[in-house]
């Protein structure tokens, strides 16, 4: 079965500083993987994803995230955090195509961001 | 476009008891799927429903259920309510099965609480 983990349950920056939030998933093939946020008392929204094609995927929020097969991650960066950017932080995957499309997503890491 | 909406916002209910839950899928949406999300957890899959047939289920016993009907909204049920019942309920909808690929989009969620 597919899965993500996600590195660190909470990271903490500063203001102006370079986001780095971490996922590394488990599949036998490229599976197709997501990042959303979510808001406190709030659903998920979606922030990008990777299909297929190019592997620098941007997103809202001026995010972005990578996705490197061998060393089976898709990192969600930023290079300046906002006060607005604090929320949770969500990294899924399903696929591929003759797969489940059903997204299982990873526990979660939360986004602190000091003034 | 309207997007996915969920009622009710919150939910206290004894253990026991039985609870419906419901969802209206975005606008164009044929695909609904529900998820448990416990406190600081990663949301769960239950279920999935596509054109008013189950199209898959997650690790929940028989008495978590579910209906869709002709419009796509769906409803949640679940029977004799445990106190680890509790938690945010997510809905979220998409074209088409295959289509989860572009990502889901998700209501705010119903908060029930099992006392």
């Known amino acids: 079965a597919q899965s993500v983990t996600q590195l660190g349950s909470h990271v903490s920056v500063s203001e102006g500083a370079l986001v780095l939030l971490r996922c590394n998933y488990s599949?036998?093939?490229?599976?197709?993987l997501f990042w959303y946020v979510q808001y406190p008392n709030q659903g998920l929204q979606l922030l990008l994803k990777?299909?297929?094609?190019?592997?620098l995927v941007k997103g809202i929020n001026g995010f972005e995230a990578e996705f490197k097969k061998s060393e089976t991650s898709f990192h969600l960066t930023k290079p300046s955090a906002h006060m607005s950017d604090a929320a949770e932080y969500f990294c899924?995957?399903?696929?591929?195509?003759?797969?489940?499309?059903?997204?299982?997503f990873g526990r979660g890491t939360s986004l602190i961001v000091h003034p | 476009e309207t997007g996915v909406t969920q009622s009710p916002t919150h939910l206290i209910k004894t253990r026991g008891q039985q609870v419906t839950l419901r969802c209206s899928s975005q606008?164009?949406?044929?695909?609904v799927s529900w998820y448990q999300q416990a406190l600081g957890q990663g949301p769960q899959f239950i279920f999935q429903?596509?054109?008013?047939?189950?199209?898959g289920r997650g690790n929940f016993p028989p008495r978590f259920s579910g209906l869709q009907f002709p419009n796509y909204s769906s409803e949640l049920n679940v029977n004799a309510l445990e106190l680890d019942d509790s938690a945010l309920y997510l809905c979220?909808?998409?074209?088409?099965?295959?289509?989860?690929?572009?990502?889901?989009?998700f209501g705010s969620g119903t908060r029930l609480t099992v006392v």
């Open positions: 979220a909808s998409s074209l088409g099965i295959g289509q989860g690929a572009r990502g889901y989009t």
């Open positions: 599949s036998s093939v490229p599976p197709y």
């Open positions: 990777y299909t297929t094609g190019a592997t």
């Open positions: 899924a995957v399903s696929g591929p195509p003759g797969g489940s499309y059903i997204p299982t």
């Open positions: 606008s164009g949406h044929n695909t």
């Open positions: 429903y596509y054109r008013e047939e189950e199209n």
